[in-house]
């Protein structure tokens, strides 16, 4: 791994050549209190002008939910100890390997399961099927996707599970109490923090103006990566960017010849209102065009596992 995430004391020991690499915001937990809510307006703005109106409406709902989820019923975990275990092991602190799950995520389940059970026959089944599973089947199915063998369940369900996984990780994500650093080295193709896909890279304003960072696909932490390479395999050379309307446009899919992969990337500077899983969502229709031209999407959308 090539950031990783030690305690505060151990960082202050580091020496000058990492703290050079340090100046670099390598990584940015997620903030669940205002993620949910500010996705939730951007979805609903994306939904006066979209072909997918109605797929966005059902995200909303979904988000909405996470969004009171994350008030109403907040977790509080003191992870001291799973920091120093994933340092002894050079391990993401909140992969599957360092912390292993509990059935805690499944408070979020059915009330997510909930807001969308009336929003037609398709889903209602979808839900139907899940409800009569057991803690330990559901606790399967999750492992299941934490391990990456998304084919291993049934993608509409898939949805459902990964938004209950993501509404408890990223509040996990958020109480973490170690800061990154950088080693020498590349791969930076998974979240340091929980071993988890991206959905997307976004080139960020402000304070990293310029710089770019991969968005979890499930604890929503990002990490820098630097531009113009692969996030795939790191290629360097004959990477290619499509986009829908012209070349400034704020959403491009960037294509890699190498391993034949694709993941969006997202430009801040160009619209700073963009929030990674809501607009790759309205974006899709570039997935399709990119997709004709031979690349696979690298990525994962938490909200897009039936489509
Ligand atoms: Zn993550
Ligand atoms: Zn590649």
């Known amino acids: 791994m090539s950031i990783k995430i030690v305690p505060q004391e151990q960082l202050e020991q ?59 019923m907040p977790i509080s975990q003191n ?4 920091i120093d275990l994933a340092i002894k092991k050079n391990i993401a602190p909140l992969s599957i390997e360092n912390y292993p799950l509990t059935l805690q995520w499944l408070d979020y389940l059915y009330p997510i399961m909930d807001a969308v059970s009336d929003v037609n026959e398709s889903i209602t089944k979808t839900i139907n099927n899940l409800k009569q599973n057991s803690k330990e089947q559901l606790l399967d199915k999750a492992s299941q996707l934490l391990a990456g063998q998304f084919d291993a369940v049934d993608s509409n369900e898939s949805l459902f599970i990964w938004s209950a996984l993501s509404t408890y990780y990223s509040q996990l994500a958020s109480q973490l109490p170690g800061k990154a650093v950088a080693e020498f080295g590349e791969q930076r193709w998974l979240c ?21 960072y991969l968005h979890c696909s499930l604890c929503e932490s990002e990490w820098h990566v630097p531009r113009a390479k692969c996030t795939n395999c790191d290629n360097l050379q004959d990477i290619t960017y499509y986009a829908l309307d012209n070349e400034l446009a704020a959403i491009k899919t960037e294509c890699c010849d190498h391993c034949h992969s694709y993941l969006k990337i997202f430009s801040q500077e160009r619209d700073p209102h963009l929030d990674v899983v809501a607009d790759d969502i309205y974006s899709l229709l570039l997935d399709m065009e990119t997709e004709k031209e031979q690349f696979s999407k690298s990525g994962v959308n938490p909200l897009l596992f039936s489509v």
């Open 192 to 212: 340091p923090v929980c071993q988890s896909s991206p959905v997307a890279s976004i080139v960020h304003l402000g304070n990293n103006i310029g710089l770019r």
């Open 14 to 72: 580091q020496n000058d050549k990492v703290s050079l690499i340090h100046k670099v915001p390598l990584l940015f937990y997620p903030v669940p209190k205002t993620l949910y809510s500010q996705r939730l307006s951007r979805l609903q703005f994306l939904v006066k002008d979209s072909p997918f109106a109605d797929y966005l409406n059902f995200c909303s709902k979904i988000v909405a939910q996470q969004a009171k989820l994350v008030e109403t």
């Open 79 to 82: 992870l001291t100890e799973s």
